[in-house]
Each structure stands twice: as structure tokens, then as C-alpha cells.
């Protein structure tokens, strides 16, 4: 155990929370704004990387393939959110939780097994674009670039996000919207078209996520189920409907989970569920919830 | 009762005893299916199955809960069966009754510190302990085998007198010791449902502010809710593992959890029976339309979001409501929580 | 006094919602709080029913300090409590809803081995209770399909369920019709024969004619208490509702 292994784990475990961030982000957004929990959320982040990988595999081989996937995924992934929000998910906004929870719980084994029928239970790849294959020398180790421009990329977009929110007209009018649907509607603005837009937005962050996650981690047909309890541990530490609370819960969650494979191997799921029990039974808000 | 001309069952349902011709229906029919179904264990798998949905259904159908980690103690009674049966080698009843109460003290500690919470902080909880449970048996590979699970158990059988034994080892001979245990346990969970106790879960599903106004310590009762769906979900639990003469990992996994959340909903929530129904009908239709069309659970994704969206009685409100309108229109209260 | 407070006092974050409230309810009266809307009239209810925690101050109920107890146990010691928004088990019959808030009462709560239907005393009880309030005629049709006014008296009939010595209701003919609201008027009247009524009402002919004391709110604060003479006179109580109507 030296520096460097250490350092490379943390840089390891940044990258994946960069990833955890993008689809938790995605997930607190359509919390905080709809008040749904969204189960199928993981499947949706699924569905960017196959439709990356299906956009990637069009265009052939080329140095801008990646690119156009990286593109493309994310906006197809949108529009699917927003025909699933208009068609299903807009009569259950004055449910019980409950139904909301199971409904979309419906909608994840429907695209599960969508996923399984269009591509097949075999995992699917493309490889790294040219512009970021190979490494980068960081003193006392290398670390692959790829990774580097993950990281750098989610920490735009989210601060990207951040600004859409909280300074633009767009933005206010989102935020507006979660503290008094009927108001905003009153001003003439149509809160439906809000609310579907704002789902587009979360789940495209997933399929974004998928997306860029695709030449890394491959694509299978249980990633969207895994990625999916982890969101949850994500958001639930940081604290359901924060924003902050998604870039630092995916934090701490894959900086966790990478040092936990160098210390306790075995004790890795264990520790990040354990927490997450934690976190809902003493500040349920998690950690930069409100009140 | 008090002079009133109206009759009090109209308002409340009629008394019922343990045994009556709903149970014995349900009894006949579900006896049935080992003659009816072209296979010989699947049948026996149902009733495992139905009797772990209709003991989550106390919770959601019931109480209001929606406990997405029911694995967690159908696991965790599938493998305090296995290790007894590997190291013990006591009567299976014995066996059967110390994996219920396992199963239902976890129930009680997951419960108690889930309860607290409401709405989908408490789904996600009941999530998180489940998978918390799962890596523990997971980890854990000395006790519960890890991933390959326990294997080789022998299925002992039933002694009744010293040198006395009711053989198990048949598919018939142990379908018919789950199908009896399962009507025993219908009946008792009825009883618990039609009870006292089980009206006030009712009134916490419809709503426990109300509930706490009039004098009910809601946590209480919730908490007593998980230990009793903790308790049979554990018991259905250790018969599968009598069954399967293994424990598979998949015993602690949320996919089972999902299953019984899936065939109490498909089977319809509203009644007792419903998740019975839910059970059969995904496990034939698992059998037979898998082999036609490997991904037909898009079918069954799709008939699940629509029952959630217009039918919430599930397959067993469609029926109900089939029978009302063939025969003159009756208010039972059978049927209606 | 059925029921005091001693400088009842709830904040929200930074917003004093009932401030210092002394509250002394007579045992046999039917006691009427007013006030405009955002007094704190149903914070005060709140905290009387354990439902929020109390920033400051205590409250007795039959010299019993009851300050930090919890809702169910202040219905078992005998405070019933009719709500603003009705709190009604929408999915159940008008008889089960009553008959489940009297067996609350009763023995064999967490009896699990007989049915529920073999314990005649809740049953008896209940119908009782939906003599009295003429909700017989509908007793088997599901609350939730009650028209407003009826729901509105069956949320009366759940806070008597409790046989309890002191009735706190909270708008009980809100959204009512004129009719509706004579026949509540009536049966506020004769429940006050039996038991202490607590009323918060925006109503002003039923508030100044039923009531003994009226206690009014404005902002959180006490600015009157006294019979309903005296209220129709107090110059603050008129400035509170800005020139208001309090003039029956």
C-alpha cells in the first residue's frame, strides 16, 4: 500500500462518483421539482448507454462517433422520459407515493426487458475515442484520461445545471414550480409542459450518464438495477430533492466504494447500505436536506 | 342489535367462521392444480410463493406499507431451515417454526427502525436493509455458502408417533404437507385480518392521523404488522428450502422481494385471496410463456403498470366484479377490506 | 376548569404563531375560540392535541399536565377532536369509521384470534353515536362518498367516539349549508348539555349564540375572552376584523 495505489483509488472512486453524480442529479431534480421517486430511473441510464452504443455503431468507426453518441444518447433518452411522463407518470402526481413508487417500478421491468430485446443479454462496448485514449502522467502514477475528462465533464454540466436553475428565467420558473404548481399555472405558464420538461431533463442526466459510462464500464442488462440502489444511497446521503446533496452524496458513495476494495473488500456493499440505513434513521433529510 | 332497521352487515360484513366456503374453495383449488398442472413441483412452488405474497400483502394491501425487502426474511428463513437441516437433524415443523420466529425478531428489528419513517424514506429503508442483508449472506461464505448458497440438504420426514412417519419425499407427499400448511396458515391469517387488530391496519392504510386522534398507538400496531408478515414470510421461507433441498442466494435477493410486490399486485391487493391468485398466475404463465417468448415479462411489465394505474383490485377485483355483475348484486364484504 | 393553559406559546422557525396563550375552559360550557384566519386557532388545537410539539408553556386537562403527551394518549384520556380538513377513513363505511374510533376504547384492541364483528359493545356504541347524529341512513355507504356536509358531521361523530369529557371541533360547519348548519347548531347545543365544547368557528350567529365564553385570537395573542356580550362590544376584537362582521 503506497501513495500512489491510494491516490489512483481516490482518483478511481472521484470518477465513479462523477458517474453516481450524473444519474443521482438526474434523479434529485425530478424529486425535489415532481415530488416522484422515480424507480426506473436505473433503467433510463441503461437505456443512454445502449443508445450510445446504437448511435456509435451507425455512424461507424470514426473519431467522431463517439462524440455524436455522447450527444445523441442523452436527447433520445429525454424524449423517452418525457413520453413516459405524459403518458403514465402525469395521472399519478396526486397519488400516494406508493402507487408512484410501484408504477414506475412497472415501467423498469418493461424497459428491462425492452433492453433484452433489442440488444440482447450480451454485454455491448465501443471503444475510447481517439481523443482520450491513453494516459496521463500525474507524479507518481498515470492515470487513464478518459477518466480525467469524466470527471471534469460532470463538473461542468453540473455546474452548468446549477446555473440553468438558479439564475436563469427558465430556471425560476422550475423552481417556482415545485413550491406552487397552481400559481405558476395562474401566470399563464403551462405547468404541465414545465413538468415534463424538468422529467426530460433528470432522465436525459441519466442517459447522459449511460452514455459517457459506455466505453468505460461496457454496457449490460443489469447495470440499470445496480445503478439504481446505488442512486438511492446516493440521494438518500445527500439528501432527497438537494442538489448538492447528489454531487456529494455520488461523492462520497464511489469514494467509498473504491477505497473499501483496497482496505475491506468484502465489506464495500455492506458499508454503503449500512450507511444509507443510517442516514434515513438519524437526519432522514440526509446530509444537506432541510429540516 | 338495537332496533335499527338496517342490517349491520351491510356497513361491516358479515361474521365469518374460521372455515367457510371461501377457504374451502380456495382449499379445493389450490389442491387442484397438482392434477391440473402438466408439472410436478410447480405446483408446490405457487403455494410457497402465494403464502409469501399473501404475508406481504398484510402489509401493503392491509396496512398501507409497501415493504420492498420481504427477502430479507424469506431469506433469512430459507437459510436458519437449511443450517438446521444441515446440522440437526430435528422434526421439519420444528425446523419450520424456528425459521418463522428468526424471521419475524429480524422483522421486528428491521421494522422497528423502518416504521419511524414514512412514505418512500420508509421504501427505501426497507430496500436498504434488504440489500444490507443480502451482502451480510453474501459475505458471510462460511455460514451461508456466499454465492453458490447452501446445497445437499435432505428433506427429512415427517415423524408423527416414535417409529411413526408420514413420508415427504414424493412431489405429491410433500405437496400435500405445504398445501395443508398453507391452508392452516390461511385460515390463521384471516382470523388475524378479520380481527380487531386487523381492521385498526386498515384504518392505518386509510388514515393513521385519524387513527392516532382516536386513540391508537399507530407504531404499535405497524410494528406488530411487520413481526406477524415477518413471521409467515419466514415460514414460507423455510418451505422452500424444504423444498428445493437448497438454499439459492436468491432466497435474500430484492428479485424476490420484487416477486411477491409483483404477484400481490398482479393478483389484486384488495383482498386476502388476491395475492394467491397473483402467485399462480405468474408462475404458470413464468412456465409457459417463457418458453414461447423469452422476454414475455414485457407483457407482464405492461399488465402490471396498467393495474396500477386503473386496477387496483388486481386480477381478484376483476373477478369479484365479474361475479357481481353474473349474480344479483350481494354486498358480502368478502372481498372488501 | 376542565382544561388551561399556562403562556402557551408555539414558534415556527422564526414565526411566533400563538403566543403566551391563557387558556381557561369551564367544565359544562361550550367555549368558542375566534379569530381571522393565520390567529393560530388551529396551531392552539394542534398543540391541545399533541399533533405539534409546544415551543413553551403547559397545558392541564382535568388538572392533569398534559403538555407532551402524544395524540392517541390525549384521546384515551378523554379529549375528542373534530379537524379543519376531514380526517375520515375515506375507503370504510360511515358505521365502521365510527365503530373502529369507539373500540379504540375498548377491550380487545389487539385481540387477533376472534373476529372482529363477535364484539358487540364498539357496535352497540357506535350506532348509537349515529342515532344521535341522524347519520343512521347512510351508515353503510363508504365515507368518502358523502356529501360535504354529511362528512363534516361524521368527523363529529369520530371525536365523540372517545365518550370523551371535553370536545374540541374545529369548524364543524365549514363548508356547510344553512340547513346543514341548523341541524349542527342543534346538536353543538345538546352535546353541550353533557360535555365541554371547545369550538373554533368563523361562524358569528353560531359563536354568539351557543357559546358562555369566547376567547379571541389575533396573531397568536389573546386580545379578548369574556361572554359573547362583552366580545360584540370589545373595540379590539372589532379592529381585529377590521371592521368585520360581528354584528348578528
Redesign the interface.
Known amino acids: 500500500m503506497n501513495a500512489g495505489l491510494i491516490l489512483v483509488q481516490l482518483l478511481n472512486g472521484i470518477t465513479l462518483g462523477a458517474i453516481y453524480v450524473l444519474v443521482a442529479v438526474g434523479l434529485t431534480i425530478v424529486f425535489g421539482m415532481l415530488n416522484i421517486i422515480n424507480f426506473a430511473h436505473g433503467s433510463l441510464y441503461a437505456l443512454g448507454a445502449y443508445f450510445a452504443f446504437m448511435v456509435a455503431t451507425v455512424i461507424g468507426e470514426s473519431s467522431g462517433s463517439f462524440w455524436a453518441a455522447a450527444v445523441v444518447a442523452p436527447v433520445l433518452t429525454g424524449i423517452f422520459g418525457a413520453i413516459i411522463e405524459i403518458t403514465l407518470l402525469r395521472r399519478m402526481y396526486h397519488e400516494l407515493h406508493e402507487y408512484q413508487i410501484l408504477l414506475t417500478f412497472g415501467v423498469a421491468m418493461v424497459l428491462q426487458e425492452i433492453i433484452i430485446l433489442v440488444w440482447g443479454t450480451y454485454g455491448k462496448s465501443i471503444p475510447m475515442p481517439s481523443q482520450l485514449d491513453g494516459v496521463i502522467h500525474l507524479g507518481l502514477f498515470t492515470f487513464p484520461t478518459y477518466r480525467i475528462f469524466l470527471i471534469l465533464f460532470t463538473a461542468v454540466t453540473c455546474l452548468g445545471l446549477w446555473l440553468m436553475i438558479e439564475k436563469t428565467k427558465y430556471g425560476s420558473i422550475i423552481r417556482a414550480g415545485t413550491e406552487n404548481r397552481n400559481m405558476v399555472s395562474c401566470l399563464g405558464i403551462d405547468i404541465n409542459k414545465v413538468f415534463t420538461v424538468i422529467f426530460a431533463l433528470g432522465v436525459g442526466m441519466a442517459g447522459l450518464a449511460g452514455a459517457l459510462s459506455l466505453p468505460m464500464r461496457g454496457a449490460q442488462s443489469a447495470m440499470g438495477d445496480s445503478i439504481m440502489l446505488l442512486c438511492f444511497v446516493t440521494i438518500t446521503i445527500g439528501g432527497l430533492g438537494s442538489f448538492t446533496g447528489a454531487i456529494l452524496g455520488g461523492l462520497i458513495v464511489g469514494i467509498v466504494e473504491s477505497m473499501m476494495a483496497l482496505v475491506w473488500p468484502q465489506g464495500g456493499m455492506i458499508s454503503i447500505f449500512a450507511a444509507m440505513a443510517l442516514v434515513i434513521l438519524v437526519k432522514p433529510t440526509g446530509l444537506m436536506g432541510l429540516k | ?2 332496533g ?1 332497521k ?1 342490517p ?1 352487515h ?7 367462521g374460521l372455515i367457510d366456503r371461501h377457504i374451502l374453495i380456495v382449499s379445493g383449488l389450490s389442491l387442484l392444480l397438482y392434477f391440473i398442472l402438466p408439472f410436478r413441483t410447480l405446483p408446490t412452488e405457487i403455494l410457497v410463493f402465494a403464502l409469501g405474497a399473501v404475508s406481504f400483502n398484510i402489509l ?1 394491501g392491509y396496512t ?1 406499507l ?1 415493504s420492498f425487502g420481504q427477502g430479507a426474511f424469506f431469506g433469512s428463513g430459507a437459510y436458519t431451515a437449511g443450517l438446521l437441516l444441515i446440522h440437526f437433524h430435528w422434526h421439519p415443523l420444528l425446523i419450520l417454526l424456528l425459521s418463522a420466529f428468526l424471521a419475524a425478531s429480524i422483522a421486528a428489528v428491521i421494522g422497528f ?1 423502518s416504521i ?2 414514512v ?3 420508509f ?3 426497507t ?3 434488504n ?2 442483508v443480502y ?2 449472506v ?2 458471510w461464505k462460511s455460514l451461508t455458502g456466499g454465492d453458490d448458497g447452501l446445497l445437499n440438504i435432505a428433506r427429512p420426514d415427517l415423524s408423527v408417533l416414535p417409529g411413526l412417519a408420514v413420508p415427504l419425499q414424493t412431489n405429491f407427499q410433500f405437496f400435500i404437507f405445504v398445501w395443508a400448511i398453507f391452508i392452516v396458515v390461511l385460515v390463521v391469517i384471516r ?2 385480518t ?7 391496519l ?2 392505518i392504510r ?2 393513521p ?10 407504531f404499535h400496531y405497524k410494528l ?1 404488522a411487520f413481526i ?1 408478515s415477518g413471521f409467515f414470510t419466514g415460514l414460507a421461507g423455510g418451505l422452500y428450502t424444504l423444498f428445493l433441498k437448497m438454499v439459492p442466494i436468491t432466497a435474500v435477493d ?1 428479485i424476490t422481494s ?1 416477486d411477491f ?2 404477484m400481490s ?1 398482479v393478483g389484486g391487493t384488495r383482498s386476502l385471496y388476491g395475492p394467491i391468485l397473483g402467485a399462480a398466475i405468474i408462475k404458470i404463465a413464468s412456465e409457459f410463456l417463457s418458453q414461447i417468448w423469452s ?1 414475455w ?2 407483457v ?3 399488465i ?2 396498467s393495474f ?2 386503473f386496477m ?1 383490485g388486481g386480477l381478484w377485483g376483476l373477478l369479484l366484479n365479474l361475479h357481481k355483475k353474473l349474480f344479483a348484486p350481494k ?1 358480502e364484504g368478502e372481498g372488501r ?1 | 376548569m376542565i382544561l388551561t393553559t399556562k403562556d402557551l406559546t408555539k414558534h415556527f422557525g422564526g414565526l411566533e404563531a400563538v403566543s403566551k396563550v391563557n387558556l381557561n375552559v369551564e367544565d359544562g360550557t361550550i367555549h368558542s375560540i375566534i379569530g381571522p384566519n393565520g390567529a393560530g386557532k388551529t396551531t392552539l388545537f394542534n398543540m391541545l392535541t399533541g399533533e405539534i410539539p409546544v415551543t413553551m408553556g403547559q397545558i392541564y386537562f382535568q388538572n392533569r399536565e398534559t403538555t407532551r403527551l402524544k395524540p392517541y394518549q390525549i384521546a384515551r384520556a378523554g379529549i375528542g377532536r373534530s379537524f379543519q380538513q376531514n380526517r375520515l377513513f375515506k375507503g370504510l363505511s360511515v358505521l365502521e369509521n365510527v365503530r373502529l374510533a369507539v373500540h379504540a376504547r375498548c377491550r380487545g384492541r389487539f385481540n387477533t384470534f376472534k373476529h372482529f364483528l363477535s364484539f358487540s359493545q364498539p357496535i352497540k356504541e357506535a350506532c348509537a353515536i349515529l342515532e344521535e347524529l341522524q347519520l343512521m341512513g347512510v351508515a353503510a355507504r363508504n365515507a368518502g362518498e358523502l356529501s360535504h356536509g354529511l362528512q363534516r358531521t361524521l368527523e363529529v361523530a369520530m371525536a365523540l367516539a372517545a365518550r370523551p369529557a371535553l370536545l374540541l371541533l374545529d369548524e364543524p360547519t365549514s363548508g356547510m349549508s344553512p340547513d346543514e348548519t341548523v341541524k349542527m347548531i342543534r346538536l353543538l347545543k345538546r352535546l353541550g348539555k353533557r360535555l365541554t365544547l371547545v369550538i373554533i368557528e368563523h361562524n358569528m350567529n353560531l359563536v354568539m349564540s351557543i357559546s358562555s365564553t369566547i376567547t379571541v385570537l389575533h396573531q397568536g395573542l389573546v386580545i379578548a375572552s369574556g361572554p359573547p356580550e362583552e366580545i360584540k362590544k370589545n373595540p379590539k376584537v372589532h379592529q381585529a376584523y377590521l371592521g368585520g362582521n360581528l354584528s348578528c
Open positions: 342489535m338495537n335499527s338496517f349491520i351491510d356497513a361491516l360484513g358479515r361474521k365469518t401493503l398501507g409497501l427502525l419511524r419513517q412514505g418512500i424514506y421504501v427505501m429503508l430496500l436498504a436493509f440489500q444490507l451482502f451480510i453474501y459475505q382470523r388475524i378479520d380481527s380487531p387488530f386487523g381492521r385498526i386498515v384504518a386509510e388514515n392521523d385519524r387513527g392516532r386522534a382516536v386513540g391508537y398507538n399507530i406488530l406477524i430484492i420484487s410486490v409483483i399486485l422476454r415479462m414485457i407482464l411489465g405492461l402490471f403498470v396500477v394505474l387496483r354486498m377490506l
